[in-house]
């Protein structure tokens, strides 16, 4: 086996704590994000048995498995949402992308699965944001490029198989000069939040444009249905949740703060940790490290190469070492790809105790994942061939959601 | 004579250098802003009496009394302006009011009356901004008080006389939330200055609200006509001419500075002084202080009480001593008035003479000080009259101005 094994060279690199913020995810350990220590960092809450129980308890149904298996680890004031939902009360979902490539990969996807599975579950509006003004500002990009690769990427987001009734998909430069109720709302959020305090939150220093000191205003006025009027026809307070990937809480820990300055509910929040790279989980899957991530757009032979290629292995030097010591999943990337993926719980501790005991090897894991990873590609290539540019505009257009409020 | 008199107590105040910037005006002399040293500072250029002639000479007509009496006394590259005009080619006029306050006062006539004069004499379109988003961030407003009164200043602004086929005048709220070319334009922009530019240019600091960091680039997009491409037919570099009170001239020279890099036309830029305060020249008139200014709403009686009362006057402590000696007409108050608003220069200098010999008393140059504002005041009332919601709403609409590209 000459695949990479359990380097301990990583344990020299110089970071004292993980870094986890809107632009940078980076950790010491191959295990990945230390998540619990993240809670407290952030001040959330872990999404414990009890909530989840609570969860499956109200909705009727088992949870999705990327709750179930902690990938979706931490909330704020998710009791909040369940209570409205057992009132008969309306709340909706907020979530969103910034689109910088043209291609997503198979990170981009995660919030998305579980926001679909939370649209469908809770039978709620869902609201999604494409900041290609943000993108624009951040990145080496025009913004017709920045707005065209949002209108793309609003394919991929569709192929993900949202309810068009329920379903708002808007670019900030679209939406921002169409709508007078959200350029308010930005003013306001504008007038609550002091460049002493964004530059605390962000890391925004004397370099940074002043686009990107007020940029945090545009991701806030989303948590908020006053932005929307048409949208949730006129109602102004409807409260919301926002499944997001950890990274992002920064712009929502904004958001809560100021929400009562606007007479508005707290946004509530459910955190996803991040699928790791190819290389390892020391970091997230990034675009723009082509090596470091499967895109939606990979070819099945792409996908097999890859993994095979780039894929972590917790397995060991030789056979015979594998055969009698075992793989250390908790570091093997195939295996957490399949915890993101294989749907089948039984499937996948069935493959944790083979490769651990030194019963599977790592090619053979591999090959498992290769497979899981391609039926999800092609699934959803297959599905994106049907979103024309007529199917996004439907969804782009600014209308009233089909809810009872 | 009981009226104030020079006083040599301001030489007191610790004002090392006359503060001009868009927040505030002041000086330590009772004969008003060193203008000069003020061009010095700012690095602009003199409007000397060889670009007056060469205006006179290439529109045909005397200029207006304002620039004839160095009222607009600074430019930058108005000769530009003056070279497009011999040619032939196409240039448009950008000014400007915060919308603050339900009337305005004499002193925000004054870029108007001009601007007017501009328009009529070289015959090219207009662009009025109302930055309601700025009063908002900066006053104790709401968002919709300062989109109403945007709304009512522009009743204000077009009895002046704007010509409607030739005019567009927006309100910041309204028109971002239209136009994605102007957001677009705006994100160009903040993507061009960083947040030590912003502060060192405006002097924000950690307790600065974020939309006003960011709100420069609002002003500085009016200037380019790829910000409205409706109005201009789609010509997107349309050379501008800002008439405009100097203490907006930060924003213009970071609008300079940065239109290279949107590969625009830097715009030209013409200045004025500031009309100063019923209380004497060491500061401007204020729409907040109700006693420093005369207000477009006040009545006859009005004026003539204050004019009486507050104006700060050049005479002597009694009628012996200023037949004697004479007035000062250096810090008079009235007087400074008339050289803004009576049109006669003859008859002005006359007065000149006739003060300063001691001739003429303080209440006699009040009397005609009076008679003139409650005659232009009067007028402006009038025509205010004739202008209806229904006015306002077609010089706020969106559509191409007549004017050959």
């Excluded at 958001?255 to 970091?283: C, E, M, V, W, Y």
């Excluded at 069935?350 to 290769?370: A, C, F, N, P, V």
Aim: hydrophobic share 35%; aromatic share 10%; glycine share 6%.
């Amino acid at each position: 086996m000459a695949e990479q094994t359990v380097s301990k060279d990583l344990e020299d690199v110089k970071i004292e704590d993980d870094r986890v913020d809107p632009w940078k995810v980076e950790c010491n350990s191959l295990k990945g994000i230390d998540y619990d220590k993240l809670i407290k960092t952030f001040g959330s809450s872990k999404i414990d048995q009890a909530l989840i129980d609570r969860i499956e308890k109200i909705t009727g149904k088992p949870v999705h498995p990327l709750l179930r298996r902690g990938i979706f680890f931490s909330h704020r004031d998710l009791n909040i949402i369940l209570d409205l939902y057992e009132k008969n009360q309306p709340f909706y979902l907020y979530t969103g992308r910034g689109p910088s490539s043209e291609s997503l990969h198979m990170g981009h996807l995660i919030p998305f699965i579980f926001t679909k599975w939370l649209q469908d579950t809770f039978d709620v509006p869902l609201i999604i944001q494409l900041t290609d003004d943000e993108k624009f500002l951040w990145k080496d990009l025009t913004v017709e490029e920045s707005n065209r690769l949002a209108f793309e990427n609003a394919k991929d987001i569709i192929a993900c198989g949202f309810n068009k009734d329920k379903t708002f998909i808007f670019s900030d430069i679209d939406y921002i000069s169409s709508s007078k109720a959200f350029y308010v709302q930005m003013l306001k959020i504008q007038k609550c939040v002091n460049l002493n305090q964004s530059c605390k939150i962000f890391g925004f220093d004397e370099t940074s444009f002043i686009g990107k000191i007020s940029f945090p205003a545009i991701q806030a006025a989303t948590a908020f249905s006053a932005a929307f009027p048409q949208i949730f026809n006129g109602k102004t307070n409807v409260p919301c949740l926002i499944p997001c990937a950890i990274d992002q809480d920064p712009y929502f820990r904004l958001t809560r703060d100021i929400a009562p300055r606007l007479n508005a509910h707290k946004p509530s929040l459910i955190h996803s940790g991040f699928i790791p790279a190819l290389q390892g989980a020391t970091t997230k899957m990034s675009g723009s490290v082509a090596t470091s991530s499967i895109f939606l757009t990979d070819t099945p032979k792409q996908i097999k190469t890859k993994i095979n290629k780039y894929a972590f292995s917790g397995g060991r030097d030789t056979i015979e070492e594998h055969r009698e010591k075992g793989g250390d999943y908790t570091v093997d990337i195939s295996y957490k790809y399949l915890t993101f993926f294989l749907e089948d719980d039984e499937e996948l501790e069935q493959i944790r105790q083979d490769y651990s005991s030194g019963k599977l090897l790592t090619g053979e894991l591999k090959q498992k994942t290769i497979k899981i990873i391609q039926g999800i590609v092609a699934d959803h290539q297959e599905r994106r061939k049907n979103v024309t540019d007529e199917v996004v505009k439907e969804f782009m257009s600014i209308r009233k959601l089909a809810f009872e409020y």
